[in-house]
């Protein structure tokens, strides 16, 4: 079986740099994947990790470590839209994903 | 226009009724999955199919059927809607080269 914990709810000021964690436990293990989702509309793709270390793509970054079971999204200058829920998925292997319950961000002024 | 997309994006029904929700993609992608998300509860994977001739039952498939009808076409029936399947409902196709999902822009559904 699968688990993934996240927080279920961060806060951070705009300009600011803010870490989401995520912890996972699974069978199968074929990648780790972050979504973006704003309210009431779809999840988009933002990072895939299948090496342990860390992508960087503009203000976003995702880190891995996959003997941890641990992976962290990064956003740096934090702007208003990125207000959203931030969901962590794994690959399990059959190229189905399972996702976590998401992290809401709410970015403040 | 959009790669995956969704009919109806918006529908109330009863209690009972049957309802069919559609997905379309133009990814050329032959896996398709169909979830549903709760608040609180994340994304719940309901059927998914790996080609026109390949159904597969996920996490949460009692009450719901789903039709293959090509590569680029997967439906999702509710043969007799009741209240807890008022939910978000996302078609979603997958990167054949990686595990990457692209969504639909989903379907919201009350069952009253």
């Known amino acids: 079986g699968q688990n993934i914990d996240q927080p279920t709810e961060m806060t951070a000021t705009e300009g600011a740099i803010v870490q989401i964690n995520c912890t996972y436990q699974t069978s199968g293990f074929n990648g780790l994947f972050w979504y973006q989702q704003h309210a009431g509309e779809a999840p988009t793709f933002l990072s895939y990790?299948?090496?342990?270390g860390l992508e960087e793509k503009g203000r976003f970054s995702s880190f891995l470590s996959r003997s941890k079971g641990y992976s962290y999204l990064l956003l740096k200058e934090l702007q208003m839209k990125d207000s959203a829920s931030y969901l962590c998925?794994?690959?399990?292997?059959?190229?189905?994903?399972?996702f976590g319950t998401g992290t809401r961000l709410t970015v403040i002024p | 226009d959009a790669d995956v997309t969704q009919t109806p994006r918006n529908r109330i029904t009863k209690t009972g009724k049957r309802i069919m929700l559609e997905c379309s993609q133009t990814?050329?992608?032959?896996?398709m999955y169909w979830y549903r998300q709760d608040p609180g509860l994340g994304l719940r994977l309901i059927y998914y199919s790996f080609d026109v001739k390949d159904i597969n039952k996920g996490e949460i498939s009692d009450g719901y059927s789903v039709s293959r009808q090509a590569q680029a076409k997967f439906s999702l029936s509710l043969e007799s809607a009741i209240p807890n399947q008022t939910a978000l409902y996302f078609c979603a196709t997958t990167e054949p080269s990686t595990d990457t999902q692209y969504f639909g822009p989903g379907t919201r559904l009350t069952v009253l």
């Open positions: 990790n299948v090496l342990d």
């Open positions: 990814k050329g992608h032959d896996r």
């Open positions: 998925a794994i690959g399990t292997g059959a190229n189905n994903l399972f």
